[in-house]
């Protein structure tokens, strides 16, 4: 049986953490530059499609955990920030955690059959200027 909640956790993940770390060639970007989603989701591939969609990853699972009570925000953040200097900036981690649980919010409040709508790129919250 596929378990589908988790899925949508983690895609809805990547939506927040693209959405606030400068990241074109993430998930999101990929699919929105026409990356089929049977490519993105090919299991088979033994290396990333893109060093974004590769960093977008390793900054999910976490964020995850950090979503789930399992992680201490700030380690995360200082991990993020000593591992992605260039790219997590100060607060960037706080912006994606908020951005995440608004998400959740807003797909609690989707009626059922009805439709939850994204856009992307997705637009910034204040503090975040798309790079």
């Known amino acids: 049986m596929l378990e589908?909640?988790?899925?949508?956790v983690h895609d809805l993940t990547h939506y927040a953490v693209e959405a606030e770390v400068p990241i074109e060639d993430g998930f999101y970007g990929l699919l929105d530059g026409g990356t089929p989603l049977e490519r993105l989701n090919d299991r088979t591939l033994t290396e990333p499609l893109s060093p974004?969609?590769?960093?977008?990853?390793?900054?999910?699972?976490?964020?995850?955990?950090?979503?789930g009570g399992r992680l201490d925000p700030a380690i995360?953040?200082?991990q993020c920030e000593r591992r992605f200097p260039r790219l997590v900036a100060t607060?960037?981690?706080d912006r994606a955690h908020a951005r995440l649980r608004r998400l959740a919010g807003h797909w609690a409040a989707t009626p059922f059959h009805g439709t939850m709508a994204l856009d992307w790129p997705a637009v910034p919250v204040e503090g975040r200027a798309r790079a």
Do not use: I, K
Request: glycine share 12%.
């Open 4 to 8: 589908t909640r988790s899925y949508l």
């Open 52 to 67: 974004g969609l590769a960093v977008a990853e390793s900054l999910v699972g976490p964020m995850q955990s950090l979503s």
């Open 76 to 78: 995360f953040r200082e």
């Open 91 to 93: 607060g960037c981690v």
